[in-house]
């Protein structure tokens, strides 16, 4: 595994996070009726950044949970010899919302298909709209991100790591090399 490139620094990240916060209030008139759910890992220190940013610009304070969904992947068998299950925090409620879902990387589709299906658990939203930091193509599921900081096609030898100060001790994102010299 190696460093192919750095895509975003700390300034960048700082700005794709401010431009999300503002798509996000525009496309839903304001932040009246939304709520923002970060989903485990680094999805929640994206909310809690954009959540942040809307604080600022439009002087409200959305509900802020995060989503844990390892129980609901449907390759958490397969995948995860002992899932390291989290904890679901989301203390408000999600009917006739307009929720705000954030991860990190939209990949495969199917960590977002796990989060609805969780969302359903808990209630039922006026509107889930999918926020991402980065796209980086190859869907197995008909998903697609509402709110998009970066898309970054790949190819199936590279990944993109997300790195967060909260986590890793940086703010950061990276396309690296996994394939097999």
């Not at 923002?36 to 890992?41: D, N, P, Q």
């Not at 909310?47 to 995060?66: C, Q, T, W, Y």
């Not at 129980?71 to 925090?89: A, I, M, W």
């Not at 980065?134 to 970054?152: C, Q, S, T, Y």
Request: charged share 30%; hydrophobic share 40%; glycine share 6%.
């Amino acid at each position: 595994m190696k460093i192919k490139a750095q895509i975003i620094d700390e300034a960048g990240l700082n700005r794709t996070i401010t431009r999300l916060a503002h798509e996000i209030l525009e496309r839903n008139k304001g932040s009246e009726n939304i709520v923002l759910i970060g989903m485990r890992t680094r999805g929640e220190f994206i909310a809690k950044r954009i959540h942040g940013k809307i604080k600022e610009i439009d002087n409200s304070n959305p509900p802020l949970g995060v989503l844990d969904v390892t129980l609901y992947r449907d390759d958490f068998r397969t995948r995860l010899k002992q899932p390291e299950v989290s904890v679901t925090n989301i203390t408000f409620d999600i009917n006739e919302k307009d929720i705000i879902l954030i991860d990190d990387v939209l990949f495969s589709g199917r960590t977002a298909r796990a989060a609805l299906d969780a969302l359903m658990d808990l209630g039922r939203p006026n509107t889930i709209q999918l926020c991402v930091l980065i796209d980086r193509g190859h869907r197995e599921m008909p998903i697609r991100a509402d709110f998009v900081g970066k898309n970054i096609p790949t190819s199936i030898n590279e990944e993109i790591k997300v790195k967060m100060k909260e986590v890793d001790g940086e703010d950061a994102v990276y396309l690296i090399d996994i394939s097999e010299d």
